[in-house]
């Protein structure tokens, strides 16, 4: 068996696989002896099958897929061997006259892979910024841990302290064939939701107004509000929606006394306003840094893709397109494909190359650890700090059933990852802001 490599260019080849017969002979024939062994054919006892019988039924089978497996195993070793890091998958050529007879066979694949190349971290500069917490920010933290133990004080009509619980329903349409059983949204809304709060701020208890599909596309506030993704928005199946009032009410918040301290961290654990302030800063501050570290790796990831060149294969991608997606029947259509793609493509390769010039990889404790962070910082928004390693664990391991969230989940880990590598060869620009200013940052 023998591999040999025809470069068309620095990014593409064609590898073409040369096996004799020897090198599958006696595996085919192994397997045929089993096969007879075994075989079960009327008029024949079990292991009395006649092996030119069967030999003349599987022979060819047998050999195709021993054949098939020997030119992968040669193909994928090949790959390994070298260092290719290949930009899609092999695209076989057609094999004209195949013959599991012939003392000798080829087939040949061809390969595109990324460039040879190096990137200088240290040519590149961006702002890091350190991000300190606020007042505000500490306050409106503590706010959430006293509204999560506060009391619900009942109202007579809603006012501008109320907490709403709605229900929206999708209206059927009188003329609609079929069943249709949608389940209702539930969510609370306060004056801080500001489009929906005004939507129903005037109604009463059972009270309804309607919106409809466009109101909610053209306000997507309004939709994030009600708790409308833009893709639900996008597939409702109805054009009329009911939003319900079924609940409003005060909240008379926790006093800040021990009790709250203990509830929020354990018992005993802070023991005074200024102890909780100076840990939810502690904790804030830490927060906000973690998003200004991922902030200044993107921005180094930026500049890298604008300024380095990476040639891709785009003979064999063109090739690799039509082979692999049936909805792409010309040249002309992958090219198309491809110009769109082109970006993401780099992008992912200048990604991979760092990771791989660094030595970095990715395993399932990784991504358990990042998620449960995630549930950590998400449960810290709504002021919910004392939670039990078990328990975000319970909820980490639950948010990794979503292959979605896997797959964002471990780009975030390969992200952290190539931050401290970043971080120590990349220029700093440190320059202290607030959070609001990072937020503004965020958007440009």
């Known amino acids: 068996m023998n591999v040999t490599a025809t470069k068309h260019d620095d990014v593409s080849a064609l590898l073409t696989v040369t096996l004799d017969k020897a090198d599958y002979k006696d595996k085919v024939e192994k397997q045929l002896l089993n096969f007879a062994k075994n075989a079960q054919v009327p008029g024949f006892r079990k292991g009395k099958v006649p092996l030119s019988m069967v030999r003349k039924q599987y022979e060819a089978g047998i050999a195709f897929e021993e054949i098939n497996k020997q030119v992968s195993d040669a193909l994928n070793n090949y790959i390994n061997e070298n260092k290719l890091r290949l930009v899609g998958q092999p695209v076989p050529q057609p094999v004209d006259d195949f013959n599991h007879n012939a003392e000798q066979l080829s087939v040949a694949f061809e390969v595109g892979y990324e460039p040879e190349f190096t990137v200088d971290l240290s040519k590149y500069e961006a702002p890091h910024f350190k991000v300190e917490a606020s007042d505000k920010e500490i306050n409106q933290s503590i706010e959430n841990m006293q509204k999560r133990f506060a009391t619900q004080v009942p109202q007579e009509k809603i006012g501008k302290d109320s907490h709403v619980a709605l229900e929206i329903t999708q209206i059927v349409e009188a003329d609609a064939e079929g069943e249709h059983h949608h389940h209702p949204k539930n969510t609370v809304v306060n004056a801080d939701r500001k489009e929906a709060f005004k939507l129903v701020k005037d109604l009463a208890m059972e009270g309804t107004v309607k919106v409809t599909k466009e109101d909610l596309q053209k306000n997507e506030e309004l939709a994030k509000e009600l708790g409308f993704s833009k893709d639900e928005v996008e597939h409702l199946h109805h054009n009329e929606l009911e939003v319900k009032v079924k609940d409003f009410y005060g909240l008379d918040l926790a006093k800040l006394d021990q009790d709250l301290f203990d509830k929020v961290y354990g018992e005993g654990n802070i023991k005074s306003e200024e102890e909780l302030k100076a840990k939810v800063k502690t904790e804030l501050d830490e927060y906000f840094q973690q998003n200004a570290d991922v ?61 791989n010039d660094n030595d970095i990889k990715l395993d399932y404790a990784d991504i358990l650890a990042q998620a449960e962070q995630l549930v950590r910082n998400q449960l810290a928004i709504y002021g919910i700090h004392h939670l039990g390693d078990e328990e975000i664990q319970k909820y980490a391991v639950e948010m990794l059933k979503d292959q979605e969230q896997v797959r964002q989940i471990s780009s975030e880990v390969a992200m952290a990852k190539l931050k401290d590598v970043i971080l120590e060869k990349a220029i700093k620009k440190e320059t202290k802001i607030s959070h609001d200013e990072f937020l503004e940052e965020l958007k440009k």
């Open 295 to 355: 902030h200044f790796v993107n921005k180094v990831l930026e500049q890298i893709n604008q300024k380095e060149e990476v040639k891709l294969p785009e003979t064999f991608l063109t090739k690799w397109l039509i082979f692999n997606n049936e909805n792409i029947q010309t040249e002309e259509q992958a090219k198309e494909v491809l110009e769109a793609e082109k970006n993401v493509l780099k992008y992912q390769i200048l990604e991979g190359k760092l990771m």
